[in-house]
Antibody, heavy 122, light 107 residues
Framework: QGQLVQSGAEVKKPGSSVKVSCKAS????????ISWVRQAPGQGLEWMGG????????DYAQQFQGRVKITADVSTSTAYMELSSLRSEDTAVYYC???????????????WGQGTLVTVSS | DIQMTQSPSSLSASVGDRVTITCRTS??????LNWYQEKPGKAPKVLIY???SLQSGVPSRFSGSGSGTDFTLTISSLQPEDFATYFCQQSYSTPFTFGPGTKVDIK
């Protein structure tokens, strides 16, 4: 099943960028898609995008297109999520998750990283 | 994008109660529906995938049903550790979307 360990909390100014890392262990990193999901305080869960490390091309949710960049380094089994032009509404806990397939094309998120709190404040 | 709704948004229940949470999608998704449990300060964990398959290690008091656009999560006998927020999520197509959550607290 594996484990995902994320980098620590960040405090950023509006307009700046943040880069969160997610180190995988216990499974073949290149073979399974890593997605990023965020949760603003008191809010629901929001999928941002995902990447299959062996291919290296990311798929993004429309609302983050142009502001988010998801990458993966197979040599270190680490995925990254970089979000730019930060605004206060981007204050959230950011999770990396591994996609597990079932029934051919169905996917579930398991496991989850521990989450990284990103606070955007002037 | 596929829109997700859940009902109720919150409920109060007692230990031993049977609890049912409903999730509805804006378009048919076959059985590509997952349920997650989230506790304060912890990452969500998957309970049910493929609408009705129990994730390994999850107690059998949790069950899921449904297909198409209407789905149900049932907890047959609520335990103290089950007080949490529950989310549904569709994996039929990207962008993957989640329901707004149902908070289950103690009556």
């Amino acid at each position: 099943q594996g484990q995902l360990v994320q980098s620590g909390a960040e405090v950023k100014k509006p307009g700046s960028s943040v880069k969160v890392s997610c180190k995988a262990s216990g499974y073949t990193f290149s073979s399974d898609t890593i997605s990023w999901v965020r949760q603003a305080p008191g809010q629901g869960l929001e999928w941002m995008g995902g990447i299959l490390p062996v291919i290296g091309t990311a798929d993004y949710a429309q609302q983050f297109q142009g502001r988010v960049k998801i990458t993966a380094d197979v040599s270190t089994s680490t995925a990254y999520m970089e979000l730019s032009s930060l605004r206060s509404e981007d204050t959230a806990v950011y999770y990396c998750v591994k996609e597990m397939y079932y029934s051919g094309s169905g996917r579930r998120f398991d496991p989850w990283g521990q989450g990284t709190l990103v606070t955007v404040s002037s | 994008d596929i829109q997700m709704t859940q009902s109720p948004s919150s409920l109060s229940a007692s230990v031993g109660d049977r609890v049912t949470i409903t999730c509805r999608t804006s378009q048919t998704i076959s059985t590509y529906l997952n349920w997650y449990q989230e506790k304060p300060g912890k990452a969500p964990k998957v309970l049910i995938y493929g609408a009705s398959s129990l994730q390994s290690g999850v107690p059998s008091r949790f069950s899921g049903s449904g297909s198409g656009t209407d789905f149900t999560l049932t907890i047959s006998s609520l335990q103290p550790e089950d007080f949490a927020t529950y989310f549904c999520q569709q994996s039929y197509s990207t962008p993957f979307t989640f329901g707004p959550g149902t908070k289950v607290d103690i009556k």
